[in-house]
């Protein structure tokens, strides 16, 4: 499943970020990286953006970006 299809409030683990070097750099410079555990905490209607939050820092991500984040349900 992606970023953009998961549910919110549940912890899932980053298994692939499905995009091109410079997405990756970016997103890892963000600090989210494959084995990272993030939980989606809203996803806003219209086209708007996706919030998560990645250890102690909240990101707000695009869809475009959010459905190339791959996940795994966290154990």
Not at 34 to 42: D, S
Not at 54 to 60: G, H, K, M, R, S
């Amino acid at each position: 499943m992606t970023l953009l299809t998961c549910d919110s409030g549940k912890p899932y683990r980053v298994i692939a970020l499905a995009g091109g070097q410079h997405f990756q750099l970016r997103l890892r410079n963000l600090g989210l990286a494959e084995g990272k555990l993030v939980v989606k905490t809203a996803k806003h209607p219209f086209g708007g953006p996706v919030t998560i939050r990645v250890e102690q820092t909240e990101l707000a991500l695009g869809h475009g970006m959010a459905e190339r984040i791959v996940l795994e349900e966290a154990q």
